[in-house]
């Protein structure tokens, strides 16, 4: 019996030794996951079959995101020409607006009626980027040259008074 006990003791022991070895053989695969994954997120060229994430600074500093754009919300008032000037001198322009989902977003956020991207030329209504107005999506309310968003939709007025304002810039140009 005591032979029997050993020979048992032995297969224990073997046992043990196959638990350590597969214990090992898991941590080197954990470390090479662990290395791949850091290779992959600090050289993404090197696999460039797997999506990369886009940057976190997807906007310059004091900027808003949503949907693919960055937006800019004054502080201090100019007239719609001014306001225009200084979004430029950011590579943006004043707030052009694309669908219905951006007008909800930017008439939530908004305070102070800004002034926006578009303007009356021969009785019709344009973007700065020279597109014309897509009565399907707004219509502008008033009489003015110059338009602004209000609690209620777009509006225009004198070109000459002094508003807030918003700039937009296209995601792929902010970079």
């Not at 306001?83 to 052009?96: G, K, P, T």
């Not at 007008?103 to 030329?121: A, C, E, H, N, V």
């Not at 597109?131 to 209620?152: H, M």
Request: aromatic share 12%.
């Amino acid at each position: 019996m005591g032979e029997r006990g050993r020979s048992a003791g032995c297969d224990t022991q073997g046992l043990f030794s196959n638990i350590w070895l597969w214990r090992a053989v898991a941590g080197v695969l954990t470390a090479a996951v662990i290395l791949i994954s850091c290779i992959h997120f600090v050289k993404p060229s090197l696999a460039k079959e797997f999506p990369v994430c886009p940057s976190l600074d997807l906007c310059p500093s004091g900027w808003l995101y949503f949907q693919r754009k960055c937006y800019y919300l004054s502080e201090s008032e100019a007239a719609w020409n001014f306001s225009q000037s200084s979004c430029s001198s950011h590579n943006a322009s004043l707030l052009v607006i694309e669908n219905h989902q951006e007008l909800s977003f930017m008439i939530k956020i908004t305070k102070q009626d800004p002034w926006i991207g578009l303007y009356k030329r021969n009785e019709e209504f344009f973007w700065v980027n020279g597109k014309a107005l897509d009565n399907e999506l707004f219509e502008v309310k008033d009489s003015g040259s110059c338009a602004y968003l209000d609690s209620k939709g777009v509006s225009a007025s004198g070109c000459y008074l002094t508003r807030k304002w918003v700039c937009s810039l296209d995601i792929n140009s902010a970079q």
